[in-house]
């Protein structure tokens, strides 16, 4: 099994309501909470992928970081843009990681599953990065990655604040509660499993 930590110590904002107001978990949402004021969902998931989560509490330019468990030695990195509608790819606020997680060295042995990254800025360049300590974690319990850093607030969701869009191809959500929680960075909360 293999998992994806948080990215920051911070806070979720919204789950897998968050395109859906009548599953969310908690009730139904407010204007701003997890849909514009005429409760349309800004960013529904990629194609393919499912529980969107927006962890946020960073200051813009902070690093953003990929965090599993020491079960992934290798990662796809693969870039996209286009997930603003009506705003230009050029926009940091635009800009989008694909990570595919594998369990061997250089994207060999079982994919696990991906996790999707919105609104990254000076994102690292696709391609495939091995975990670089041989034994898995010797010194960490968990594997970690600078992949960009945080754009300064988004202009294309549905919230205010400088925050991360993550969604998961595969796996499941580990993260219970619909809105607020508090999450810790750096291997501490873990937002996928697979």
């Known amino acids: 099994m293999a998992v994806v930590y948080a990215p920051i110590t911070g806070q979720t904002w919204s789950l897998d309501c968050y395109c859906n107001i009548t599953s969310c978990p908690c009730g139904s949402l407010s204007a ?13 998931p990629v194609s393919g992928s499912s529980s969107p989560i927006d962890v946020g509490g960073a200051s813009a330019g902070a ?23 009506g705003q230009s790819n050029s926009l940091d606020w635009a800009q989008t990681l694909q990570v595919d997680l594998w369990s061997g060295k250089n994207a060999t042995g079982t994919k696990y599953g991906s996790v999707i990254y919105h609104h990254v800025a000076g994102r690292i360049a ?47 959500t580990s993260v219970s509660t619909c809105n607020g929680s508090t999450t810790g960075g750096g291997g501490g909360t873990v937002i996928y499993s697979y």
């Open 32 to 44: 701003g909470l997890g849909c514009n004021s005429n409760h349309i969902c800004k960013h529904c």
């Open 63 to 85: 690093p953003l970081y990929l965090y599993t468990d020491c079960q992934v030695q290798s990662v796809v990195i693969s870039q996209f843009t286009g997930i603003c509608p």
């Open 126 to 172: 696709s391609g495939t990065y091995n975990n670089p300590d041989p034994t898995g974690c010797l010194y960490n319990h968990y594997y970690s990655l600078q992949i960009g850093s945080f754009t300064t607030d988004c202009r294309c969701g549905c919230y205010s604040g400088i925050h991360v869009h993550m969604q998961r191809i595969a796996g499941s």
